[in-house]
């Protein structure tokens, strides 16, 4: 008994959380932990009341929430019991990332699917803003039985993460250096870039300039930039990074390179409109992979970690718990853009 209250007491320092919602996670906690199992009886009413000093009311009605959700059973004249052992059943899962963009939206969707149906699923948002990135932790810690989370690059960011438990975190997408021993299903970026560079030294040669759009103080990984100056370096290209693609500055020679999918379509529009050919007159390299690379313009050479695959891995581990640190392969996907 002494265990179950102190799985509720691990949570008064939580302040979003109501008493109610205390109770309910503290005991669905106390399952998944194993302080109990299924056929244990739980503390009583009175043992609560006198323990924890909540309202009767309050936890006659976390009682009722959690026998309606079939994690635990009443019994008349002997109190109530663990129902299931199986609490992912009516598991809660919070997944904050950066955005919704195509490829997230592919990652979010067979998440959703590998989880199934009896998973209650909460999308989040940061957009690379860390005060948001910690004001949204700050509200969902204590009221999710699962964070899948897509960690902001920052100094402060293990220190926002610790507010969790560790062993209920699954760091999706970056993976960051942190003190704690983190589940992850990532993608790596420094090596890979470089490893697709190389692959396209030659193709990339035919052209006179190499050209990348690298916004500074943005969610686009550092270390993509810095592979791009170490292949310009090592295979001697020329090359020019820039922060952002001007709309009509497109010249003939060059090979262009962007992260982000709209200055990909306004330079293909750009190039269609100044009738350059491309895989010839002009060339393009794009980030992250989607269906639609695959077939405008004969499709566009992207090198990309599978997003798919990532939040099919992400499903498997909310819902087995298996210790999983991951990276994900990133792929070259060569086609006629250049």
């Given at each position: 008994?002494?265990?179950?209250?102190?799985?509720?007491?691990?949570?008064?320092?939580?302040?979003?959380l109501?008493?109610h919602?205390?109770?309910?996670?503290?005991?669905?906690?106390a399952?998944d932990?194993?302080?109990?199992?299924?056929?244990?009886?739980?503390?009583s009413v009175?043992?609560?009341?006198?323990?924890?000093?909540?309202?009767?009311e309050?936890?006659a009605?976390?009682?009722?929430e959690?026998v309606?959700r079939?994690?635990?059973?009443?019994?008349?004249?002997?109190?109530?019991?663990v129902?299931?052992n199986?609490?992912?059943?009516?598991l809660?899962?919070?997944?904050?990332i950066?955005?919704?963009?195509?490829?997230?939206?592919?990652?979010y969707?067979n998440?959703?699917?590998g989880?199934?149906k009896?998973?209650?699923?909460?999308?989040?948002?940061h957009?690379?803003?860390?005060?948001?990135?910690?004001?949204i932790?700050?509200?969902?810690?204590?009221?999710?039985?699962?964070?899948?989370?897509a960690?902001?690059?920052?100094?402060?960011?293990?220190?926002v993460?610790?507010?969790?438990?560790t062993?209920?975190?699954?760091l999706?997408?970056?993976?960051?250096?942190?003190d704690?021993?983190?589940?992850y299903?990532?993608?790596?970026?420094?090596?890979?870039?470089y490893n697709?560079?190389v692959?396209?030294k030659?193709?990339?040669?035919?052209y006179?300039?190499?050209?990348?759009f690298?916004?500074?103080?943005?969610?686009?990984?550092?270390?993509?930039?810095?592979?791009?100056?170490?292949?310009?370096?090592?295979?001697?290209?020329?090359?020019?990074?820039k922060?952002?693609?001007?709309?009509?500055?497109?010249?003939k020679?060059?090979v262009?390179?962007t992260?982000?999918n709209l200055?990909?379509?306004e330079?293909?529009k750009?190039?269609?409109?100044?009738g350059?050919?491309?895989?010839?007159?002009?060339?393009?390299?794009?980030?992250?992979?989607?269906?639609?690379?695959?077939?405008?313009?004969?499709?566009?050479?992207?090198?990309?970690t599978d997003f798919?695959e990532?939040?099919?891995?992400?499903?498997?581990?909310?819902?087995?718990r298996?210790?999983?640190?991951?990276?994900?392969?990133?792929?070259?996907?060569?086609?006629?853009?250049?």
């Amino acid at each position: 008994m002494k265990q179950i209250i102190q799985q509720i007491k691990n949570l008064e320092s939580i302040n979003s959380l109501s008493k109610h919602e205390q109770l309910v996670q503290g005991i669905i906690n106390a399952i998944d932990e194993k302080v109990v199992v299924k056929g244990d009886l739980l503390p009583s009413v009175n043992t609560f009341i006198s323990e924890l000093g909540f309202a009767r009311e309050t936890i006659a009605k976390a009682y009722k929430e959690l026998v309606h959700r079939g994690i635990i059973e009443s019994k008349n004249r002997l109190g109530y019991f663990v129902a299931t052992n199986d609490v992912k059943q009516e598991l809660k899962v919070a997944l904050l990332i950066f955005a919704f963009d195509i490829f997230q939206e592919m990652f979010y969707e067979n998440f959703r699917k590998g989880l199934g149906k009896n998973v209650q699923l909460d999308i989040f948002f940061h957009h690379n803003n860390f005060d948001t990135f910690e004001n949204i932790v700050q509200s969902i810690k204590g009221k999710y039985g699962m964070f899948v989370i897509a960690p902001i690059p920052n100094k402060k960011t293990p220190a926002v993460l610790k507010q969790l438990p560790t062993n209920r975190v699954l760091l999706v997408d970056r993976f960051i250096e942190t003190d704690e021993d983190y589940n992850y299903v990532a993608q790596e970026f420094g090596d890979s870039s470089y490893n697709a560079f190389v692959q396209l030294k030659d193709k990339i040669k035919k052209y006179d300039e190499l050209v990348f759009f690298f916004k500074p103080s943005s969610a686009e990984p550092n270390e993509i930039l810095n592979s791009f100056k170490r292949f310009m370096k090592d295979y001697d290209i020329k090359g020019v990074i820039k922060e952002e693609y001007t709309a009509g500055s497109l010249e003939k020679g060059k090979v262009y390179f962007t992260i982000h999918n709209l200055e990909l379509w306004e330079m293909l529009k750009d190039s269609k409109i100044k009738g350059l050919k491309i895989g010839k007159d002009i060339g393009f390299i794009s980030h992250n992979d989607d269906i639609v690379k695959e077939i405008i313009f004969d499709g566009v050479t992207t090198f990309s970690t599978d997003f798919s695959e990532m939040g099919r891995r992400a499903a498997e581990f909310v819902l087995n718990r298996k210790k999983t640190q991951e990276i994900i392969p990133t792929v070259l996907i060569d086609r006629n853009s250049l």
